[in-house]
């Protein structure tokens, strides 16, 4: 096949097992010198919720029989703590916990990495066969496809943020795996992998709850692809012309451009997705039962993710906010903020809903911007799932504005907090001034893909209505 | 005048009681004593002790003549068994001015106010009560005691401090200013105020230029008590004071002083109403040793001078009036015990007022009994972010550890309890607690013989760490590191000067296998209440420094700010991505039509050139176009009929 060859020849160029792997290597390089480079105080690193020394904390107090909730430092997961707990703690061969910690998050990028590429594959098999099937194969010649899903997971591998966040001593690259695990399982037709990476996520930082409706359409609809009217025009259009030998086309034709809904995959995905909660709700009934039961832990995680009660410095802008907000304003802005992104996920689902895996990636990128306490790690998440779209994103705007923006925001942050917290030169208004400019190059890198795509779509329609 | 008042007060006080049982009056009681201590770094320690009791109101009735009434009242009302609260200034100096006898056990006080009470409630309302106490005492002593009130200030010791009836209560404000105001209402208690007896000599300027002075109220009841032994309500007042003479007397020798240079006042009347009202002088152990040494070396060489047993005569220091007895401690085998001299102020009047005086005669250089291990805490680290607390123990290699533990060198073993406080904002990580021996790092839980932690939540409870070390006896220094996080406030909760840091309280750390009491060969002694304390027995506890820990602050000023920025930037993220989703590219060539219709300026000109440069894009001029004009009219009209009709519905659904 042409287009196979052309994916081929860019494959070949990108040498993807070799950049994956000097990658695991350079991590743990990095990671033999993670005592040096203190990355796991950092603020930017490890947020409450994810930091690895409270994880130890926490684990501290559960082997002195205390609720490991007890002292407001651990909000993680009580499954978490029994799986990572004793590893902070044990010393293998020289390897402190930290190091065993760290490798386990490098193995998590790594698995995540691989799920990206897979989900990138099928992305870009699915790009293809649309084209094709909208009679539009013709018009590409010259250009060539480009294999989204190595070049995401290249990125995943090879992205500061994820580095950073693996050798930081924090949970948030096992927190991506599951995300990455739940929309490769959506996109690939497996639904107990979806539903099982869906619940887990969700058990492990509540924002991923609003990836039902992407891995709902993925399963439902099939993977990304151009608004359905084009289909059934183009099928329209093309049966008298299409000759007997794109009979097999179409059928993967249909596969994808079904305009129905595929309701009973669907119930499948819920009937797997209540399984799998029931299950981690026994085993944190059963971890919890001496420390107050499910009831404390999740007010002690859940709630603590939604009143925003640490007001420790990270880059978002919540934590400002909340320390300065009067008191009697606190309750109604909490509601105003996380009501924001759920304000957004209607009109969203309703405007692209043919391309649940971008959508995926917008609900991930909204979160991370407005969550209350978010690190590099869920930034590092939602940009390698941009790069999956880079066909279809080739014509956004303002990327050279926004990469310089990024990162000129992650040199000047930590120097804006140096002197603010170490020197004591700077103020807090320093560094919330980086968060607020973290901020807005989020948003405009969420609005212009957003626009992007839509543009995407405008072009194939027109394209479609030419042919 | 003041004799003929006071004789005509226990007049009518006998009278009164005679009314209810004439004999448990009489045990109603009021002593006084003040014991002078001169200690090695030529500064002297007053030490006042004042002790009302009553007995049980079961037997006597509610009324009293001596007891005061406001302490009564709270005794009863909040049912509190023991109590104790302290007003200090100034640091305990361990090392001059000794860690090993009772005054530095019970009265070297940690700075500001610390207040402990222990109640006789259920357990569940232990706390109702104590919010209650301190606003009580708050109010009875002028004092902002009522800050304990709130549960994230006091915390509740399980059994490193006071006994381990899980109902005491505890809490400190290491910021507390001490000053007269509260003095006043303590003297209050006292029946003769500081009109007559001891409490004249309490001079406030004096009082306050020492470099240490520690007011203290210790309350003991047992009236809730079922037993029929219960001995009523116990009230002691104690003033502990260092203080520096004035007098200049050479490079070597101590400064010899008199209670009017010391204090300058002097006993003029007696308080009627005390029982006894003793003077006390004591020299400690390790002066005595060394004027008998002085005295030995005189012997030896100047066989000549006769020497008599009096005190007189002792080679180091005179004092001005002989004393009424000589009480001796019971010492070890290697030393005499200390020397109390008492003197009795009731014979002094207004012409003859009761000042003693004390000279030196040689230089003399002494040093004070240590506890076993002296502790001293620290911050580590720098910057706002993080840090760690640090106690270190040295050892003072005092002879008091093998005197105690005199069993085998293999098996000696030195306790060493802990009882640390931390505030909800200095987020410890219990799991860092690391124990250094002699600069070596011990495996976590080795010499760490009982430890419980109470971590502090959020905004609701200190944190504390009770723990039991097990050291060897031969160890040097022992130290001990917690690391912690420091916490970020909400800007109500930082107080007004917030860039002068937050008080860490200090850590008790008390030897559970010593205890500093004195014992005397007069059994007799026990009726004479300071010095039955002196011989009761009391744990030998120390206090560490208060630790001032800086916390990050934001800026104060920028609320409004802040909140308008923030919103600005959640608008422009609804706003822009609402905007990129609604657009229609119909609507957006029509806008483009009309705008090029409209004869674009140069300066619309020029930017859109700019733009399409910066885009790296030819540059299109602005067309016209025509298509889907009138669908998309059609569209708008469909649009504004359908909601109107929603809004007529819904008008007509809701009325």
């Known amino acids: 096949m042409e287009d196979r060859s052309t994916i081929g020849s860019w494959r070949n160029k990108l040498g993807f097992w070799k950049w994956a792997i000097a990658s695991v290597f350079f991590r743990l390089i990095l990671t033999y010198f993670s005592k040096n480079l203190n990355l796991s105080s950092r603020p930017e690193v490890s947020t409450p919720l994810t930091s690895l020394r409270r994880l130890a904390e926490g684990y501290w107090l559960k082997q002195l029989s205390m609720s490991p909730y007890s002292g407001s430092m651990y909000h993680g ?3 978490l703590l029994s799986i990572l707990g004793p590893l902070t703690v044990k010393k293998i061969g020289g390897l402190s916990g930290e190091l065993l910690c760290s490798l386990v998050s490098l193995v998590a990028d790594f698995i995540s990495a691989i799920l990206i590429r897979a989900t990138g594959a099928s992305l870009v098999r699915a790009y293809l ?76 930082s509540l924002y991923p709850i609003v990836l039902v409706i992407p891995v709902v359409f993925l399963l439902g609809y099939g993977l990304d692809a151009p608004p359905r009217k084009l289909f059934v025009q183009s099928n329209l259009q093309g049966e008298e012309k299409r000759s007997a030998c794109h009979a097999e086309l179409k059928s993967m034709n249909d596969k994808f451009s079904k305009t129905n809904f595929s309701w009973w995959r669907v119930v499948i995905f819920f009937l797997w997705a209540s399984v799998w909660t029931s299950y981690v709700v026994i085993m944190c009934a059963i971890s919890m039962k001496e420390y107050g039961g499910l009831g404390e832990m999740f007010k002690r995680t859940y709630g603590f993710i939604l009143a925003i009660e640490d007001l420790s410095p990270n880059i978002g802008v919540l934590w400002y906010f909340f320390a300065e907000v009067f008191d009697f304003f606190r309750n109604f802005f909490l509601i105003v903020f996380h009501v924001n992104i759920l304000f957004m996920i209607l009109p969203l689902a309703i405007r692209l809903n043919h391309r649940p895996c971008f959508l995926a990636f917008l609900y991930l990128a909204v979160s991370s911007m407005l969550k209350s306490y978010p690190s590099v790690g869920d930034s590092a998440l939602y940009m390698s799932l941009l790069v999956l779209f880079v066909n279809e994103l080739a014509e956004m705007q303002f990327t050279f504005f926004l990469f310089c923006g990024y990162v000129g925001i992650s040199l000047l942050s930590p120097v804006m907090h140096n002197l603010w917290i170490w020197r004591g030169t700077g103020n807090a208004n320093f560094y919330f001034a980086t968060a607020i400019g973290y901020a807005c190059f989020q948003i405009i890198l969420v609005v212009e893909s957003v626009s992007a795509m839509l543009n995407h779509d405008r072009k194939i329609r027109k394209l479609c209505n030419k042919v | 005048m003041s004799r003929l008042k006071s004789c005509l007060l226990i007049f009518l006080a006998l009278f009164s009681a005679t009314e209810s049982i004439n004999v448990e009056v009489l045990n109603e009681e009021f002593t006084e004593a003040l014991l002078l201590r001169p200690l ?285 007895r000589v009480i001796k ?118 010499n760490i013989e009982k430890i419980i932690v109470s971590p502090s939540e959020d905004k609701v409870s200190t944190g504390v760490m009770e723990m039991i070390l097990r050291l060897p006896c031969s160890v040097n220094t022992a130290a001990l590191t917690l690391e912690f996080d420091k916490g970020f406030l909400h800007i ?66 920028m609320p409004y700010n802040v909140i308008t920025i923030t919103c600005t930037v959640f608008a422009l993220y609804f706003g822009s991505l609402l905007n990129a989703l609604r657009r229609r590219v119909g609507e957006e060539e029509r806008f483009l039509s009309g705008k090029g219709a409209r004869k674009a300026g140069p300066l619309t000109l020029m930017i859109s050139k700019l733009s399409a440069k910066l885009r790296g894009k030819p540059w299109e001029s602005p067309k016209q176009s025509e298509s889907g004009r009138s669908s998309s009219k059609y569209k708008l009209l469909a649009k504004v009929v359908l909601v109107a009709g929603v809004a007529a519905a819904w008008q007509f659904y809701f009325q």
């Open chain 2, 329 to 446: 401690e019971l010492g070890n085998s290697q030393k005499a015990g200390s020397i109390l001299h008492e003197f009795s102020v009731e014979d002094s009047n207004e012409f003859k007022p009761f000042d003693l005086e004390l000279n030196w005669k040689l230089p003399v250089a002494w040093s004070c009994p240590q506890a076993p291990l002296q502790a001293s805490r620290f911050l580590l680290g720098s910057g706002n972010e993080r840090g760690a607390i640090a106690i270190s123990m040295k050892s003072t290699k005092s002879n008091n550890v093998e005197r105690t533990s005199s069993f085998d060198e293999n098996e000696c073993w030195l306790r060493v309890g802990i009882f640390q406080i931390v505030p909800w904002y200095v987020k410890v990580y219990y799991h860092t607690l690391k124990l250094f021996l002699d600069g070596e790092p011990q495996s976590s839980m080795e």
């Open chain 1, 129 to 204: 066969h649309n084209w094709k099937s909208l009679g539009l194969d013709k018009l590409f010649k010259g250009n060539e496809v480009v294999p989204s899903g190595d070049v995401a997971a290249l990125v995943y591998l090879w992205n500061p943020f994820t580095i950073v966040s693996c050798i930081g001593f924090n949970t948030s690259a096992i927190e991506n795996m599951f995300v990455v695990m739940s929309l490769y399982g959506a996109s690939a037709g497996l639904v107990p992998l979806a539903a099982f990476g869906w619940v887990v996520s969700l058990h492990l």
């Open chain 1, 77 to 79: 997961s009580p499954l």
């Open chain 2, 40 to 324: 090695p770094d030529r500064k002297v320690l007053a030490h006042f002790h004042f002790r009302s009791s009553a007995p049980p109101s079961e037997r006597c009735g509610r009324h009293h003549h001596i007891f005061p009434k406001s302490i009564y009242q709270l005794v009863h009302k909040f049912q509190v068994r023991e109590m104790e609260l302290s007003f200090t200034q100034g640091r305990w100096n361990y090392e001059r001015w000794g860690g090993f006898d009772p005054i530095s056990s019970s009265n070297a006080k940690p700075p500001g106010v610390e207040l402990w009470a222990e109640f006789d409630v259920p357990q569940d309302q232990v706390d109702y009560s104590w919010k209650n106490l301190t606003h009580a005492l708050s109010g009875l002593f002028c004092a902002s005691i009522n800050f304990l009130e709130h549960s994230s200030s006091y915390s509740a010791p399980q059994w490193s401090f006071g006994s381990a009836s899980g109902k005491l209560r505890y809490g400190t404000l290491p910021r507390e200013a001490v000053c007269t105001e509260n003095l006043t209402p303590w003297l209050k208690l006292l029946p003769c105020r500081d009109k007559a007896g001891l409490s004249l000599l309490m001079d406030r300027p004096s009082i306050y230029r020492g470099y240490y002075h520690s007011q203290r109220l210790h309350l003991k009841s047992d009236e809730f008590g079922a037993s029929e032994m219960s001995t009523g309500m116990v009230l002691e007042q104690t003033l502990t004071v260092v203080l520096r003479p004035d007098t200049f007397s050479g490079q070597a020798l101590q400064p010899s002083w008199s209670l009017s240079s010391l204090i300058g006042r002097s006993v003029s009347r007696k308080c009627s109403l005390s029982s006894s009202s003793n003077v006390y002088v004591q020299f400690e152990q390790n002066l005595v040793f060394e004027g008998d040494k002085l005295k030995e070396d005189g012997e030896a060489s100047e066989n000549a001078i006769p020497v008599g047993d009096g005190l007189e005569d002792n080679p180091l220091f005179e004092l001005s009036l002989p004393p009424k």
């Open chain 2, 492 to 557: 109500d909760e930082y107080p007004p000067d917030a860039n002068q840091g937050f008080d860490i309280p200090s850590a008790v750390i008390h030897f559970a296998d010593f205890v500093a009491n004195m014992s005397f060969y007069d059994d007799s002694l026990k009726q004479v209440p300071i010095l039955s304390k002196l011989q009761e027995e009391v744990p030998v506890v120390s206090y560490t420094e208060v630790l001032l820990v800086p916390l990050t602050t934001p800026d104060f000023s």
